[in-house]
Nanobody, 124 residues
Framework: QVQLVESGGGLVQAGGSLRLSCAAS????????MGWYRQAPGKQRELVAS???????NYADSVKGRFTISRDAAKNTVYLQMNSLKPEDTAVYYC??????????????????WGQGTQVTVSS
């Protein structure tokens, strides 16, 4: 079974930094895109940042200049470096991936595959 496991969340003061990690494990053939979403209570889940296999990145306007997404392809791991954190960044952060994986003798492609989430709380 393919799994996405997030780590690195926690409590931080405004202006501080956190580094989130999402490690994909299992019978993965290739990962096309990995990204981070976040969801605050009562709010819609929103894209924070994503990175494609070719290195192209995409950021929400609210985090541009503060967050940096990167990927270690050899480890099937994506990172989100979050600097200058603000209270409004408080949310559960979810890793998302689109990938091709082995299923028996065949390849299958998965979309919108989610990790369990990691809580980020920014205090004022």
């Amino acid at each position: 079974q393919v799994q996405l496991v997030e780590s690195g969340g926690g409590l931080v003061q405004a202006g501080g930094s956190l580094r989130l990690s999402c490690a994909a494990s299992g019978s993965i053939f290739s990962i096309n895109v990995m990204g981070w979403y976040r969801q605050a209570p009562g709010k819609q889940r929103e894209l924070v940042a994503s990175i494609r296999s070719g290195g192209n990145t995409n950021y929400a306007d609210s985090v541009k200049g503060r967050f940096t997404i990167s990927r270690d392809a050899a480890k099937n791991t994506v990172y989100l470096q979050m600097n200058s954190l603000k209270p409004e960044d408080t949310a559960v952060y979810y890793c998302n991936a689109g990938f091709t994986y082995y299923s028996g003798s065949y390849y299958r492609t998965e979309y919108d595959y989610w990790g369990q989430g990691t809580q980020v709380t920014v205090s004022s």
